[in-house]
């Protein structure tokens, strides 16, 4: 299945790896890069050696192509950002923020780069700055969100710029990935079916709990003050709607998220951790290898849109 994006990243399939924080690792990026999809090590708040280090590991297991995803609002986001260029990454994706100060640096090297979006007005100020594609993500993803759904939002995106679109939030199968393609995107971000893939360095309680959940099971915190965040409903996401309902600054409420993430991917606190997943957690009933999961999608995919 061809398409402006499968040609700019150099891959076999449409499918790009959402690039999640502790999650996204060298090991899940080479599995998805080697299966034809577009792998991301996720930068998170990682520092820039860190980051080196992934980037080096994962070339170690794969010789196609996989890119970085920068979290913007990470303290260490200027040290990732030279070092995707020091070490030769040809795609950058961008998360939590705006990547122009960084946009000069990455053309100059021939870098791809490729913003995460929320709105139209921000998909046409990143392709104004010279981003190559635009990831229009809706907010049934795990993690932090903006208020459009994807349904919505990726058809807006595609009539207002001239740069090709991915789809993100909500795709979990073949049928998402085509009812993306009917919406005009060329190509779709996936991150919760990735996290309960066998290659995927997740503590099995975390992978459980999304094979495990329901279609309800989903609770967005944070949007009181402007950061909301969605993820499995838990201990923590009763307790922070408690706060949140009792006026509690956002600095109190930050606090009781700390490293809440980290806890429930590595040590699999699911609990008091926070379980970041999109609503498609409740789609989601097996672990299967990455190969498994993008052969299974794509089957799907190019039956239902008569590419076969």
Same mark, same amino acid.
């Not at 995106?157 to 060329?186: Q, S």
């Not at 999304?210 to 915190?221: F, Q």
């Given at each position: ?63 196609? *192509?996989?890119?970085?995803? @920068?979290? !913007? ?7 990732? /950002?030279?070092? +995707? =260029?020091? #070490? $030769? ?25 490729? *913003?995460?979006?929320?709105? @139209?007005? !921000? ?7 010279? /981003?190559?594609? +635009? =990831?229009? #993500? $809706? ?170």
């Amino acid at each position: 299945m061809k398409t402006r994006i499968t040609e700019l990243l150099g891959v076999q399939y449409p499918i790009i790896q959402g690039g999640m924080a502790w999650v996204a690792e060298h090991h899940l990026a080479a599995a998805v890069s080697a299966a034809g999809g577009f792998g991301l090590i996720g930068g998170a708040n990682a520092p820039g050696e860190v980051v080196r280090d992934e980037i080096r590991k994962a070339r170690e297991l794969t010789d196609k *192509p996989f890119g970085v995803n @920068v979290m !913007l609002m990470s303290p260490h986001a200027d040290d990732v /950002a030279k070092v +995707v =260029v020091e #070490e $030769g990454i040809k795609v950058v994706t961008t998360g939590a923020g705006n990547p122009e100060k960084y946009m000069d640096m990455w053309k100059a090297a021939g870098v791809k780069v490729i *913003p995460v979006v929320a709105s @139209v007005a !921000l998909a046409r100020r990143m392709e104004r700055y010279g /981003a190559d594609a +635009v =990831v229009a #993500e $809706g907010c049934e993803s795990g993690g932090h969100i903006g208020e459009q759904t994807t349904m919505t939002l990726v058809p807006q995106v595609v009539d207002a710029v001239e740069i090709p679109v991915i789809a993100a939030g909500g795709v979990g199968d073949g049928r998402g990935i085509a009812a993306a393609f009917m919406l005009g995107a060329e190509a779709v971000q996936i991150g919760t079916r990735f996290v309960v893939s066998k290659e995927a360095v997740v503590h099995e309680n975390y992978k459980q709990r999304i094979i495990k959940a329901k279609d309800i099971d989903s609770a967005v915190t944070g949007r009181s003050h402007g950061h909301p965040v969605r993820c499995l409903r838990n201990q923590m996401t009763r307790e922070y709607a408690k706060l949140e309902a009792e006026g509690k600054s956002f600095e109190e409420l930050e606090y009781l998220t700390l490293g809440a993430l980290r806890r429930a991917v590595q040590e699999g606190d699911v609990t008091a951790g926070t379980v970041m997943a999109g609503q498609i957690a409740g789609m989601i009933s097996k672990e299967q290898t990455c190969m498994e999961m993008i052969e299974e999608m794509m089957a799907q995919a190019t039956k239902l849109l008569g590419r076969d």
